[in-house]
């Protein structure tokens, strides 16, 4: 729709996603930041995705050194930051040639053309301009002297050319502020402050904003603008939030509720180093911050921290998570308290440090030496950062174990309206101490000592002592602890009765059912994800169900233990298909713990999924044309990697179809149909399909249900053995 207004006329529209991107010293994320603050702040849904170089200054005017920063806003809920953009912003040439393949046909592109010289051009291979030779012919090309005109603005300022030029990205924001109606006051505010003591810097930035919009006001370039109504949003008090921002916030509400001091121990790695800084300015709450000299000793100073009575908590990405192994397994031994917060980004080794990526999974699974069980749970949003911190801290708390938390950088980076909640629906925390001994001598009726191992008859948690209690001494470390008395043991049967015991403890956390979301209850496939793969999951069924495509959502939050339905929810569907941006990880525990052939959909792009391609990935099992990739996690499913005529490994893409072509919408196939190993259950009992439980014919017994160690094996709430 469009309508008149005094000035130009003015389209309203539904959504817009729009990428700014420049050199990584154009100020793109923050132009970018700024948008996202202004367009919330107005009332919109909204998702971002920050792109940028892991070089701190890559050679200006190359591709390595392109940044960039996309945002999706709309007038209704969104869940990802757009596919691709709609309105394409180029500082130079080398964001033009990085990006211009995203933008579809018919798109809006802004440059710059004061960076179009032959100097610039020469850098990423243009012979000519693009913007003259008639290649941006099928896009909306808006060629902007804007380089040039924000010198010329500024110019009474007294600034240098050089110090003048770097205002453009102000220039470029009120261009955007103009074109989509967001309003200017807030970042006048923001400049305000943030240039409070460099009085010609702030004016030459609020000259380039002002200049800007005035730019779209009156050229004849822009003969519309766009304006895009507020979402109907859920009442309540919102703020924009990035998921390392949530998560700080989330430990320090969890301190907060639970009476503990916060303790963070952190060496800085992207992208985790911007949860030590916000935690780092929250003092005033009580929280102590130190940056160690390296990941080793900042998740034993954490440790100690929980040993004196602390919340203690570290953050790294997945290289620091490596070399945290061994003292995460120490606090697995000593039974403390301790959140260890991975922002995953690519690997292996250094990798891709900017960039997205889940691939952690099994390292926080099995990546500590011995029998060393660890919780794990996983933020599926940026908001949602701030409720799992919460959740990390309860089960740490009321189990005395070290728990991840697993983000990514995806979600670290990314902003979205985030409902602040009322402190009084935030959950109790609070936290009881050992304060008197609790072992009887004997026969006598006096309690005597202090048992550091005497355990909680319901949640198998160990007494937490604070050191220096009077007559609560006790020994602890890594040596294996004789359970009750904690004296050192070497005893093989207290050993196998102390794993057990830890590996019960584990199994037994209290979680929430898994909640599926099928509306017809009659869907034939199941999509299964977890921590960032939310959105665009999301975003695909929307679309695949206003297609008249019945299909199924869960997104698992605990990763380990699982909620106790899980086997039930996934035997439910004759597909189960789980996006990973990995190679299988989830899909090869799915495949162990439950034997359900899991049919896995994995790029490891450094970037998040496509909606579309999700979508297309669905229809594509839906009617029987999917393709499996031959390498997965465990190789070609744990037989190897055929070679080909070189002599080299074949990975091809669709290499080996396990299925042979065959229709999902037909009745045969490894799941819900022939058993994939001929008919006859391969460890000899009950077909796990025909109702028997998969593990009575492995174990002899229902591992849910019988006594496991003596004493301890009444069933748990979530129904796993104690």
């Given at each position: 729709?469009?309508?008149?207004?005094?000035?130009?006329?003015?389209?309203?529209?539904?959504?817009?996603?729009?990428?700014?991107?420049?050199?990584s010293g154009d100020g793109m994320q923050?132009?970018?930041?700024?948008?996202?603050?202004?367009?919330?702040?107005?009332?919109?849904?909204?998702?971002?995705?920050?792109?940028?170089?892991?070089?701190?200054?890559?050679?200006?005017?190359?591709?390595?050194?392109?940044?960039?920063?996309?945002?999706?806003?709309?007038?209704?809920?969104?869940?990802?930051?757009?596919?691709?953009?709609?309105?394409?912003?180029?500082?130079?040439?080398?964001?033009?040639?990085?990006?211009?393949?995203?933008?579809?046909?018919?798109?809006?592109?802004?440059?710059?053309?004061?960076?179009?010289?032959?100097?610039?051009?020469?850098?990423?291979?243009?012979?000519?301009?693009?913007?003259?030779?008639?290649?941006?012919?099928?896009?909306?090309?808006?060629?902007?002297?804007?380089?040039?005109?924000?010198?010329?603005?500024?110019?009474?300022?007294?600034?240098?050319?050089?110090?003048?030029?770097?205002?453009?990205?102000?220039?470029?924001?009120?261009?955007?502020?103009?074109?989509?109606?967001?309003?200017?006051?807030?970042?006048?505010?923001?400049?305000?402050?943030?240039?409070?003591?460099?009085?010609?810097?702030?004016?030459?930035?609020?000259?380039?904003?002002?200049?800007?919009?005035?730019?779209?006001?009156?050229?004849?370039?822009?003969?519309?603008?766009?304006?895009?109504?507020?979402?109907?949003?859920?009442?309540?008090?919102?703020?924009?939030?990035?998921?390392?921002?949530?998560?700080?916030y989330g430990l320090v509400a969890a301190?907060?509720?639970?009476?503990?001091?916060?303790?963070?121990?952190?060496?800085?790695?992207?992208?985790?180093?911007?949860?030590?800084?916000?935690?780092?300015?929250?003092?005033?709450?009580?929280?102590?911050?130190?940056?160690?000299?390296?990941?080793?000793?900042?998740?034993?100073?954490?440790?100690?921290?929980?040993?004196?009575?602390?919340?203690?908590?570290?953050?790294?990405?997945?290289?620091?998570?490596?070399?945290?192994?061994?003292?995460?397994?120490?606090?697995?031994?000593?039974?403390?308290?301790?959140?260890?917060?991975?922002?995953?980004?690519?690997?292996?080794?250094?990798?891709?440090?900017?960039?997205?990526?889940?691939?952690?999974?099994?390292?926080?699974?099995?990546?500590?030496?011995?029998?060393?069980?660890?919780?794990?749970?996983?933020?599926?949003?940026?908001?949602?950062?701030?409720?799992?911190?919460?959740?990390?801290?309860?089960?740490?708390?009321?189990?005395?174990?070290?728990?991840?938390?697993?983000?990514?950088?995806?979600?670290?980076?990314?902003?979205?309206?985030?409902?602040?909640?009322?402190?009084?629906?935030?959950?109790?925390?609070?936290?009881?101490?050992?304060?008197?001994?609790?072992?009887?001598?004997?026969?006598?009726?006096?309690?005597?000592?202090?048992?550091?191992?005497?355990?909680?008859?319901?949640?198998?948690?160990?007494?937490?002592?604070?050191?220096?209690?009077?007559?609560?001494?006790?020994?602890?470390?890594?040596?294996?602890?004789?359970?009750?008395?904690?004296?050192?043991?070497?005893?093989?049967?207290?050993?196998?009765?102390?794993?057990?015991?830890?590996?019960?403890?584990?199994?037994?956390?209290?979680?929430?059912?898994?909640?599926?979301?099928d509306p017809t209850g009659d869907a034939?496939?199941?999509?299964?994800?977890?921590?960032?793969?939310?959105?665009?999951?999301?975003?695909?069924?929307?679309?695949?169900?206003?297609?008249?495509?019945?299909?199924?959502?869960?997104?698992?939050?605990?990763?380990?233990?699982?909620?106790?339905?899980?086997?039930?929810?996934?035997?439910?569907?004759?597909?189960?298909?789980?996006?990973?941006?990995?190679?299988?990880?989830?899909?090869?525990?799915?495949?162990?713990?439950?034997?359900?052939?899991?049919?896995?959909?994995?790029?490891?792009?450094?970037?998040?999924?496509?909606?579309?391609?999700?979508?297309?990935?669905?229809?594509?099992?839906?009617?029987?044309?999917?393709?499996?990739?031959?390498?997965?996690?465990?190789?070609?499913?744990?037989?190897?990697?055929?070679?080909?005529?070189?002599?080299?490994?074949?990975?091809?893409?669709?290499?080996?179809?396990?299925?042979?072509?065959?229709?999902?919408?037909?009745?045969?196939?490894?799941?819900?149909?022939?058993?994939?190993?001929?008919?006859?259950?391969?460890?000899?009992?009950?077909?796990?399909?025909?109702?028997?439980?998969?593990?009575?014919?492995?174990?002899?017994?229902?591992?849910?249900?019988?006594?496991?160690?003596?004493?301890?094996?009444?069933?748990?709430?979530?129904?796993?053995?104690?």
């Amino acid at each position: 729709m469009t309508r008149q207004t005094a000035g130009k006329p003015v389209k309203t529209l539904t959504e817009v996603v729009i990428r700014f991107a420049g050199d990584s010293g154009d100020g793109m994320q923050l132009t970018g930041d700024r948008f996202t603050v202004e367009t919330a702040a107005f009332g919109n849904s909204l998702s971002t995705l920050p792109d940028f170089p892991a070089e701190i200054r890559a050679p200006a005017g190359t591709m390595p050194g392109v940044s960039a920063f996309q945002l999706h806003f709309a007038d209704h809920s969104v869940v990802t930051p757009g596919d691709a953009p709609t309105v394409l912003v180029a500082l130079n040439p080398a964001a033009l040639k990085a990006n211009i393949g995203d933008l579809p046909s018919g798109g809006i592109v802004i440059v710059d053309t004061d960076e179009f010289t032959k100097r610039n051009l020469a850098k990423v291979g243009y012979p000519v301009s693009p913007v003259d030779d008639g290649s941006l012919s099928e896009y909306q090309v808006h060629a902007v002297k804007l380089t040039s005109m924000t010198v010329d603005a500024v110019s009474k300022v007294g600034l240098s050319r050089k110090d003048a030029e770097r205002s453009k990205n102000m220039f470029a924001l009120g261009l955007l502020s103009w074109l989509y109606h967001r309003p200017l006051e807030g970042t006048r505010q923001f400049l305000e402050t943030k240039f409070a003591g460099k009085r010609e810097i702030l004016r030459a930035n609020l000259v380039a904003l002002e200049a800007g919009w005035s730019f779209g006001e009156t050229t004849e370039g822009f003969a519309v603008h766009y304006e895009v109504k507020p979402a109907v949003l859920p009442p309540g008090r919102y703020r924009t939030i990035r998921g390392n921002q949530a998560l700080a916030y989330g430990l320090v509400a969890a301190a907060e509720r639970s009476g503990l001091p916060l303790f963070l121990g952190s060496y800085p790695i992207t992208p985790a180093s911007d949860i030590l800084h916000e935690l780092s300015a929250l003092k005033n709450f009580g929280v102590r911050t130190f940056q160690a000299e390296d990941e080793i000793a900042s998740v034993a100073a954490a440790l100690g921290a929980s040993y004196g009575g602390s919340l203690g908590v570290t953050t790294t990405s997945g290289p620091g998570i490596a070399l945290k192994a061994e003292t995460i397994g120490l606090a697995v031994a000593l039974e403390l308290p301790l959140v260890v917060v991975d922002v995953q980004r690519g690997g292996p080794s250094t990798g891709l440090p900017t960039k997205t990526e889940q691939a952690d999974l099994l390292q926080v699974m099995f990546g500590r030496n011995g029998e060393a069980p660890v919780p794990v749970i996983a933020a599926r949003s940026a908001s949602d950062c701030f409720d799992i911190a919460l959740e990390a801290v309860r089960i740490a708390t009321t189990y005395r174990t070290p728990v991840f938390l697993l983000s990514d950088g995806y979600l670290a980076n990314g902003s979205e309206p985030w409902l602040i909640p009322q402190v009084e629906s935030l959950p109790d925390l609070r936290v009881q101490f050992a304060t008197q001994t609790n072992h009887r001598s004997g026969d006598s009726d006096e309690v005597g000592d202090f048992w550091p191992y005497l355990r909680d008859p319901q949640t198998l948690a160990r007494p937490w002592a604070i050191p220096g209690t009077p007559g609560l001494e006790h020994r602890i470390g890594g040596i294996e602890k004789k359970d009750g008395s904690g004296v050192i043991s070497y005893d093989p049967v207290n050993h196998d009765h102390m794993v057990r015991t830890r590996a019960a403890k584990i199994a037994g956390i209290e979680v929430p059912p898994l909640d599926v979301d099928d509306p017809t209850g009659d869907a034939e496939v199941l999509v299964l994800g977890w921590g960032s793969t939310f959105g665009p999951i999301t975003g695909a069924i929307r679309n695949l169900r206003a297609g008249g495509v019945r299909v199924a959502q869960a997104h698992l939050r605990y990763l380990n233990p699982m909620p106790a339905n899980t086997e039930a929810v996934l035997r439910s569907y004759r597909r189960v298909i789980v996006p990973e941006m990995n190679l299988g990880q989830l899909a090869l525990l799915v495949r162990g713990l439950f034997l359900i052939d899991a049919i896995g959909v994995n790029q490891v792009r450094g970037l998040p999924f496509r909606v579309a391609e999700l979508e297309a990935a669905v229809r594509s099992v839906i009617d029987g044309t999917f393709q499996r990739t031959a390498v997965g996690t465990a190789g070609r499913y744990g037989t190897g990697i055929p070679r080909g005529s070189s002599g080299l490994p074949s990975i091809e893409v669709g290499g080996d179809d396990l299925r042979g072509g065959e229709d999902l919408r037909g009745g045969g196939g490894p799941v819900g149909g022939d058993d994939p190993v001929g008919g006859d259950d391969p460890v000899g009992g009950d077909d796990p399909r025909d109702g028997g439980d998969p593990h009575d014919a492995l174990t002899g017994g229902p591992p849910r249900d019988g006594p496991t160690i003596g004493t301890l094996g009444t069933p748990s709430p979530n129904g796993a053995p104690r």
